[in-house]
């Protein structure tokens, strides 16, 4: 089964940074499409970011000039570098991939991690 797994959340002071890293489990041979997104209590699922395959990020306004997308495609790993957190920052954040291939040619569509979560507080 084809899985995202985040890594990289916690607890940090307002102003503080965290790095996020999104990897495929098992013999994953690409991602397409992969964004972050997160969740705070009560709210909905909301996008923070996407990257294009070459490179091209995409932001929500409110992380816009604070957080960087990025991607290594030799290691099929999504980061998420959050710069002067703020304590509305803190929610789930999920990592989504368009579709994920693995090695053999069996593609998923649409697949989210379990989360990882980030509590931005003094």
């Known amino acids: 089964q084809v899985q995202l797994v985040e890594s990289g959340g916690g607890l940090v002071q307002p102003g503080g940074s965290l790095r996020l890293s999104c990897a495929g489990s098992?013999?994953?041979?690409?991602?397409?499409?992969p964004g972050w997104y997160h969740q705070a209590p009560g709210k909905e699922r909301e996008l923070v970011a996407t990257?294009?395959?070459?490179?091209?990020?995409n932001y929500a306004d409110s992380v816009k000039g604070r957080f960087t997308i990025s991607r290594d495609n030799a290691k099929n790993t999504v980061y998420l570098q959050m710069n002067s957190l703020k304590p509305e920052d803190t929610a789930v954040y999920y990592c989504h991939a368009d579709k994920v291939t693995v090695t053999g040619g069996y593609r998923s569509f649409g697949v989210w991690g379990q989360g990882t979560l980030v509590t931005v507080s003094s």
């Open positions: 098992g013999s994953i041979f690409s991602i397409n499409g």
């Open positions: 990257i294009t395959s070459g490179g091209h990020p």
